[in-house]
Structure formats: C-alpha cells, structure tokens
C-alpha cells in the first residue's frame, strides 16, 4: 500500500530495511517515470514504458509500487520533501529579520513557482483532471492531499510558526498555504509577467495577514 515519504511512520524496529539493490531499482524507476511523465505526459505512459526506459521487469516495478498512480504520488512527494527542506533552511538563514518580513519571505519562496518547474505543473493539473474522473483515485489523491498537509502542519509548528496566524491551527495553516499555491500553479503556468503580478498579489496578502 502507498504511504506517503513526506511524512513517513515512526521506524518499525522488527521491519527489515529495504535491500541496496532495492533501493537502487526504486531510483532508477522513478528517475525513468519523471522522464516519460513530463515529456510524455502521466496519461499516454505506461507501466511498460516505465519498465523498459529504467531496464527491469514489470516483477521489478511491482515489487516497489502497485501501480503507476503509487509510482506519480511517490514523485509528487519527493518534490514536496525537496521544497520543505528548502523552506526550513530558508527560515534558518531568516531568523535575524523582522517578524513580518521574515513571513513574507517565506510565503513567497512556499508560492513561487521556478521556470524549470513548468513541466511538474502540468503534470500535477494533468493528474488532477484523471484523479476526479476516475472511480476510487480521487480518495486516493484526497488522502495524499491530507498526509501532505499534516507534514506541512508539522513543520510550520516546528520551525516556521510564523507562518501560523492567531485563532487558526498549524493544519489550517497548510491546507490554506497549499490551496492557495495550487491555485497559482493553475494560473500561472504559463509564466510572463501575469505570473509574477499574481505571485506578489497573493504573497502580500498573506504575508499581512499573519503579520
């Protein structure tokens, strides 16, 4: 069954550690899946595909994932992990500034959104479209959404409260930061200067509203 790496379990002492060998062919598949999902698209790529760009057997890929929605989520996740990581060194390296300011800095490095990122948004708006037209994936996809926030709460309790406003919790507080960031990768994938008027719109809005 999927579970989310963003913000795994606590370590189960009695379950053995996934092989070197397992690891490197769960890398492989998911370095190969990126590939094809953004140049393809996650629709027109199958399993099959995925298999043969990495070099192993459907029994190699089933082993790590069970099924080619598991391996995206995986992906998905990794990303969220890698902008995490970012954000907490970011507030770090802010802790000499002004509260409100240190906030806005934050919220607008959470909302931007990187030219090379373009091809991870269509692919996330893409997946969206399959997931609420597909019987049982929208749960799925739901359940994701849930863990992701849950990870995000974690962290801003943790090193970014700031970005928590009075009367709301730190899971409020995620669920409104990821909505409103994918709202702006919905409207903003395209880039130009619209893009970045929006970014700044959104980024002064909430920034003053947990100042």
């Known amino acids: 069954m999927y579970r989310s790496p963003v913000n795994p379990p606590p370590a189960d002492a009695a379950a053995p550690r996934p092989t070197r060998r397992r690891v490197h062919t769960r890398a492989r598949l998911l370095a190969a899946a990126s590939q094809l999902f953004l140049?393809?698209?996650?629709?027109?790529?199958s399993i099959e595909d995925v298999c043969a760009a990495a070099g192993y057997t459907r029994g190699a890929f089933y082993s790590n994932f069970g099924s080619k929605e598991d391996l995206l989520l995986a992906l998905f996740d990794d990303q969220a992990a890698d902008r995490m990581a970012e954000l907490e060194a970011?507030?770090?390296a802010c802790e000499a500034l002004a509260p409100q300011e240190r906030a806005?800095?934050?919220v607008e490095a959470l909302l931007r959104v990187d030219p090379a990122e373009t091809g991870w948004i269509l692919l996330f708006l893409?997946?969206?479209?399959?997931?609420?037209?597909t019987e049982g994936l929208a749960e799925r996809v739901a359940a994701h959404d849930r863990a992701l926030s849950q990870a995000v709460?974690?962290?801003?309790?943790?090193?970014?409260?700031?970005?928590v406003p009075p009367g709301a919790t730190?899971?409020?507080?995620?669920?409104?930061i990821l909505a409103a960031r994918e709202g702006l990768l919905?409207?903003?994938a395209a880039g130009g200067a619209v893009a970045e008027d929006l970014l700044d719109s959104t980024t002064a809005v909430l920034?003053?509203?947990l100042g």
């Open 39 to 45: 140049t393809v698209g996650f629709a027109r790529t």
């Open 90 to 92: 970011l507030a770090v």
């Open 104 to 106: 806005r800095r934050l």
């Open 126 to 133: 893409e997946f969206r479209l399959v997931a609420a037209r």
């Open 153 to 163: 709460a974690d962290r801003l309790e943790r090193v970014l409260p700031e970005l």
């Open 170 to 176: 730190a899971r409020q507080a995620a669920a409104v």
């Open 186 to 188: 919905a409207r903003t």
């Open 207 to 209: 920034s003053g509203l």
